[in-house]
């Protein structure tokens, strides 16, 4: 299914849209930061109004309180009185708005679901939605109880026509172990499809099925050891996760349900779960950008796929700060001054240190062993895009590279098809450059991978290319292997750079000297953060668009999502003809939008860049 966010937030004339540069933010007036709101929250001044008093609110009560200088919102079933913040939200006042007097949780689930509101705004609580009761017919019938579970069947009969088939699970001992076996019924699942965390007797294992993800959660009835193993049988979708007793001791059932127990539901509802991570090394790579190398818990299994991002979140002054940030592949590091972790317990972060910030500061601050909790990955970018791929061009600027690293190794290891591997890297100066002569040195060791380096503040004695993403800088560096080779083209930075990007590869190479306009499905935009793009030629057997270089065969695609700060969604364009390409989900066509909003609009798929 193709996730696309729509134009209905922000709105066509919010503050965030009209920005200039691309921004999603506004400006905030002196003394409006991030941490001058966690001061406020911590000098003990009344912001609720109600003199520390939590009262249950009715509907009616919460319309009233939508103006302005008297605004209360509802998410999750908690109000919060959020006048007192309308100056420090960096989208404006004007999106707070939109949710005066209402329930606001699905227009805060679209921009910034993985906000931590509850910390943010816990001095602006005024309480609990009044819940009319509801009581089911079934509410008195006698639950079934197999092994001392729930029953395997909890996906409702939506999930089930819309999602994947129901998947199940099983479990097995003997004196010293316990396995739990998942029957997912697909024949993609690898080990970066199931994520495993057990803390304190609590077991849950989360496996990603396309876009929902199946839970097993309980509080295990015994006591287990600490390490885990997982193993996936590919190409029959079994998952089986060995468990170590602590006593030889004959359990009679694996434990107590908790929350989602054995449920299959959509992604975007599961929530972010998180870990504490250790903070194994930390080293500079340049002047102002650092590896940072985080160790997952032995009673753990996460492995962040190719192309999503995970949340990094630390509590500061008392208030839980999240940032996200896409990990790093790990195979450029053999060069590294420090000896290389290597084996699925460790992630890595290349991540630019803003001094005047407020998160990555703090974070830099953090000593050896320190924690820092990492959440689930995020991102629906899938590694069949990559499939009979033949040339790969990617463009990046500044740490907008940190998402191409996965990229660039997953495709020179898994596509047999590859001829070319290209990489233009921006900077301003020299010492910006990130692993360069790491990536110097492959492309000395693979021939297929060239790479190219583009200062725009160069000194006199830089004797590379020089300037900004130009029509005339890509002109050379987007020629084919072959003229009917298959592409894909990736690019990660500032708005204005993945625009002018966009526009140039658009013209080099389908040839077209304008975007056209575009139908796009429907679905809640977010704000813009920094751009990831693709285009790439598709399979043959479909019509090719009139002015495509591919003339004797194939289709063409364009592939892009909003990221944001929370999310990388993708989206695919296939073309009818030379104007006018058109979106499908299933046989439906959907809405139409303009050059000016597809530009403003189009986000980054991986990473984030953000302070």
């Avoid at 910390?119 to 639950?143: F, N, Q, T, W």
């Avoid at 009969?157 to 479990?171: F, I, M, R, T, V």
């Avoid at 199931?194 to 839970?215: C, G, L, M, P, W």
């Avoid at 434990?255 to 500079?284: A, M, V, W």
């Amino acid at each position: 299914m193709l996730n696309v966010p729509s134009q209905s937030f922000p709105a066509p004339s919010s503050q965030q849209r009209v920005a200039s540069g691309g921004r999603s933010k506004v400006p905030l007036k002196q003394g409006r930061s991030l941490m001058d709101w966690i001061r406020l929250t911590k000098s003990g001044k009344d912001l609720t109004g109600l003199k520390g008093r939590l009262i249950e609110v009715t509907e009616e009560e919460l319309k009233k309180h939508n103006k302005k200088d008297d605004c209360w919102i509802c998410i999750r079933g908690f109000v919060y009185n959020v006048s007192p913040y309308m100056e420090y939200h960096p989208g404006g006042e004007d999106e707070l708005m939109r949710a005066a007097g209402s329930d606001g949780t699905d227009l805060f689930d679209q921009v910034h679901r993985w906000v931590n509101y509850e910390s943010m705004l816990k001095e602006c609580l005024v309480g609990r939605m009044a819940i009319k009761p509801a009581v089911s017919k079934d509410y008195h019938e006698e639950k079934k109880v197999l092994n001392g579970m729930l029953p395997k069947s909890q996906v409702s009969d939506a999930l089930a026509k819309e999602g994947p088939s129901s998947p199940s699970y099983d479990w097995f001992q003997t004196d010293s172990l316990v396995t739990i076996v998942i029957y997912t019924k697909q024949k993609d699942i690898n080990l970066d499809s199931i994520i495993v965390d057990h803390q304190d007797n609590s077991f849950r294992a989360e496996t990603v099925i396309k876009d929902f993800s199946y839970i097993i959660h309980v509080g295990l009835s015994h006591e287990v050891e600490e390490d885990i193993s997982v193993r996936v049988v590919e190409n029959v979708g079994k998952i089986e996760i060995v468990l170590k007793k602590k006593e030889t001791t004959s359990w009679k059932h694996l434990g107590h349900p908790l929350e989602n127990h054995n449920s299959l539901i959509p992604r975007k509802d599961t929530g972010l779960y998180y870990r504490k991570c250790q903070l194994i090394s930390k080293e500079g790579v340049t002047h102002d950008t650092k590896l940072f190398c985080l160790m997952l818990p032995p009673s753990a299994h996460l492995q962040v796929p190719t192309g999503q991002h995970v949340y990094l979140k630390l509590t500061i002054t008392g208030t839980e700060i999240v940032k996200p940030y896409t990990p790093v592949s790990d195979f450029l590091l053999s060069e590294f001054k420090e000896p290389v972790l290597l084996n699925n317990k460790y992630i890595y972060f290349l991540i630019k240190v803003y001094p005047d910030g407020l998160f990555t500061p703090e974070l830099d601050h953090l000593q050896i062993g320190d924690s820092v909790s990492v959440s689930n990955p995020e991102g629906n970018f899938k590694t069949s895009q990559f499939q009979e791929l033949e040339d790969l061009f990617l463009l990046a600027a500044g740490t907008g590279f940190t998402p191409m690293a996965k990229i660039l190794n997953y495709a020179l290891t898994n596509i047999p098809s590859l001829r070319k591997v290209k990489l233009m890297f921006f900077n301003k100066t020299e010492d910006d450059i990130i692993w360069r002569s790491q990536l110097e040195k492959l492309a000395f060791k693979d021939k297929r991978f060239d790479v190219e380096f583009v200062l725009s503040a160069p000194t006199s004695e830089w004797n590379g290319k020089r300037g900004h993403i130009s029509p005339a800088l890509l002109s050379e560096f987007l020629k084919r292997s072959l003229d009917k080779s298959k592409v894909l083209i990736c690019i990660c930075g500032p708005t204005p750079f993945t625009e002018q990007g966009m526009r140039c590869a658009w013209r080099k190479v389908l040839n077209h000297s304008h975007l056209p306009s575009l139908r796009l499905h429907s679905k809640l935009t977010q704000p813009v953060t920094k751009h990831l793009c693709f285009w790439h030629t598709a399979p043959p057997g479909v019509s090719e668009p009139r002015r495509s270089l591919n003339s004797s065969g194939g289709s063409s695609r364009i592939l892009w999502g909003p990221h944001s700060q929370s999310s990388g969604l993708c989206h695919g364009l296939q073309f009818k003809d030379s104007k006018t390409p058109t979106s499908r989900v299933g046989n439906e066509e959907r809405g139409l939008y303009s050059k000016s909003h597809l530009l403003k609009n189009s986000g980054c798929l991986l990473g984030s860049k953000k302070k």
